[in-house]
């Protein structure tokens, strides 16, 4: 395959990955369970796909009841490859259907990451109600030649709830101005003004567009940001309006990913809080926020169209240091738990909290007594604990120290020093960590959250992963582990010098 020309390869894949092409497999994740087909390491109530390749999350929205996942995938292989739109859907955020591959490879490129939007006014003419995706064409033929210009942006449009597509026959609907990096669109629709609006990213600053139709867009502004030292290409833009909790005070929020530069090595997702004017973005924030300080949240964007208008972010959860690496067989990549953000006010700052969605804690079963074994709540054992969320409150003097473990003493460790502020997490020992030089090299992970006498802990562990909610979502971290086998021992260790409050241990269920 490698002598085979770039021009051949890409014939052979449009021919190979007609968009005609369905198939009749909706089996969803929960269903896998019960038929004894999850594989080591595949999360429960984590999305993943069901066979090969995942990365970012695409065309987030919401229609007719139904919460609809797209995402780049590649069907024919664990690793990276020719980009489509995989698809899939679901009423909780937890549940979801596997429906058939959404967007192909086509004379014009692979599909990169986009976003999607309901034209419920019809102003595409494609349909009232139109499902319109709007996503990067990556040629390349064009990259092998040396261009500058193999990144184009497309739409394609969907009458019947994103089950069938077609592409806009005049793509692309923008063409490339020169600028390498030149990618992932999120479209939105600008209630002040009445019209839609884009925000894409040019390399290192983000370019926002308007259009009237979403086949026409004009650039109305741009947005950078001086890092010191720069962060790299930005990735996976999101600009959205949201009210300061508490208050009748509205801001605006701008997301931004990059692969390279996040603060525990690699991939990563800013954000920005900021106003917007309804042509440009500008910001008083002096540094970096980040959304989830953990080595695996990246990508991340939030839904259009949601019916009570609140922000659900979903992120790829793994890293492009290591992704194409970790220890599983016939699938590869999860996405983080959905969310919802929300911002607060701490003195003159500005801080995006990340809770766990409504509804969620629907799924959680109290564990017993009898099901847990050794001293509840400071050092037990249990037999899910592998699939369960953990909560409790803590008032620390000094250190707070963690350990989940299981009977081969692979060890995963999160804990809280108050007087340098730094909560970390140190998955070194947690199993399998030897699978990549980068992933072992970022086992030990930190985060400043300040000074606490009392922090509020919320710990979702599924399969391999790890995510963890420090003061309601304040600050979070997120981080894949990949024991030899299930973590089943809980302890804290110096239990005397910390006074634990409202512990609280759940089975989920899946």
Not at 75 to 99: F, I
Not at 188 to 210: C, G, P, T
Not at 215 to 242: H, M, Q, T, Y
């Amino acid at each position: 395959m490698k002598n085979i020309g770039y021009q051949l390869l890409l014939a052979l894949l449009v021919l190979g990955c007609k968009e005609t092409t369905k198939t009749t497999d909706q089996m969803s994740t929960s269903n896998l369970d019960k038929m004894d087909t999850f594989e080591k390491y595949r999360p429960r109530f984590h999305f993943t796909p069901k066979a090969n390749w995942m990365n970012d999350p695409n065309g987030l929205v919401y229609h007719n009841e139904y919460y609809h996942l797209f995402y780049q995938y590649y069907p024919d292989s664990t690793v990276w490859g020719p980009m489509h739109w995989g698809h899939a859907k679901s009423k909780d955020l937890v549940q979801w259907e596997h429906l058939p591959v959404a967007l192909f490879p086509d004379s014009l490129g692979y599909i990169f990451s986009g976003s999607a939007i309901i034209d419920k006014d019809n102003t595409a003419g494609f349909g009232k109600d139109a499902m319109v995706a709007i996503y990067t064409y990556h040629d390349p033929v064009k990259e092998k030649e040396g261009s500058e210009l193999f990144q184009t942006q497309g739409i394609a449009y969907s009458t019947d709830d994103g089950e069938t597509w077609t592409k806009y026959a005049d793509n692309p609907v923008i063409e490339n101005p020169g600028i390498r990096d030149f990618r992932d669109p999120k479209v939105f629709w600008n209630e002040d003004r009445s019209i839609w609006q884009m925000v894409l990213v040019a390399k290192d600053h983000v370019q926002i567009y308007d259009s009237d139709n979403l086949k026409e867009w004009a650039k109305i502004s741009e947005f950078r940001f001086a890092d010191n030292p720069p962060l790299g290409v930005w990735e996976c833009p999101d600009l959205f309006k949201i009210k300061v909790e508490g208050s009748e005070e509205e801001k605006w929020v701008m997301i931004i990913s990059h692969g390279t530069g996040a603060p525990n090595s690699g991939s990563g997702t800013r954000y920005f809080v900021g106003d917007y004017d309804g042509t440009t973005f500008t910001t008083q924030q002096k540094e970096s926020l980040w959304i989830d300080y953990g080595t695996d949240n990246y990508a991340g964007v939030t839904y259009n169209n949601t019916p009570d208008g609140k922000r659900i972010f979903i992120g790829w959860m793994s890293n492009w240091e290591y992704a194409t690496t970790t220890p599983t067989e016939t699938w590869r990549s999860a996405m983080t738990l959905p969310r919802e953000l929300k911002l607060i006010k701490n003195g003159d700052n500005y801080l995006v909290q990340s809770i766990m969605i409504d509804g969620f804690e629907t799924r959680y079963s109290t564990v017993s007594a009898e099901k847990v074994s050794g001293s509840y709540p400071s050092n037990f054992e249990y037999a899910d604990l592998q699939y369960s969320a953990i909560s409790f409150d803590v008032m620390i003097k000094d250190e707070l120290k963690v350990v989940l473990s299981n009977s081969l003493d692979d060890k995963y460790t999160f804990g809280y020093k108050k007087d340098s502020g730094e909560f970390y997490i140190d998955r070194g020992q947690s199993g399998l960590v030897d699978f990549n030089a980068n992933y072992k090299k970022s086992s030990f992970q930190t985060m400043n959250i300040g000074s606490w006498d009392k922090l509020s802990l919320n710990i979702i562990l599924d399969a391999s992963s790890v995510e963890i909610f420090v003061n309601d979502g304040e600050y979070v971290m997120t981080t894949q582990v990949f024991p030899q086998t299930d973590f089943t021992r809980f302890r804290i260790e110096q239990p005397a010098e910390v006074d634990v409050n409202n512990f609280n241990l759940n089975k989920i269920n899946y």
